[in-house]
């Protein structure tokens, strides 16, 4: 494999890994609003953009999910709770 192809396979790897986590710690639709590369995304995008309130609730949401367990605080907390609990087996 050349040296363009291992970056392209790294580059698309880590876009996987972002999704698998942005699936497991948020909902789709009600945390954030995720899209695949269907033919015709336009229709979703277009009704989320249609409807301010939604669009607000679920930037709402995402962003208390967020600031509950995703700042570095939050992180360095269950990095924490981790090691305790590992350091006690």
């Known amino acids: 494999m050349g040296k363009v192809s291992m970056v392209c396979f ?9 999704v698998l986590f942005l699936e497991r710690e948020f909902k789709d639709g009600e945390d954030l609003l995720l899209y ?3 033919p015709y995304p336009h229709a979703r995008i277009q009704s989320f953009l249609d409807d301010n309130a ?3 609730k679920i930037a709402e949401n ?6 509950e ?13 981790t090691v305790m ?3 006690h087996l």
Request: proline content about 0%; aromatic content about 10%.
């Open 69 to 81: 367990k995703h700042t570095w605080l939050a992180r360095a907390e269950k990095i924490i709770e």
């Open 10 to 18: 790294d580059i698309l790897f880590k876009i996987s890994l972002q």
């Open 85 to 87: 609990y590992h350091k």
């Open 36 to 38: 695949s590369f269907t």
């Open 54 to 56: 939604t669009l607000q």
């Open 62 to 67: 995402g962003r208390k999910k967020v600031m």
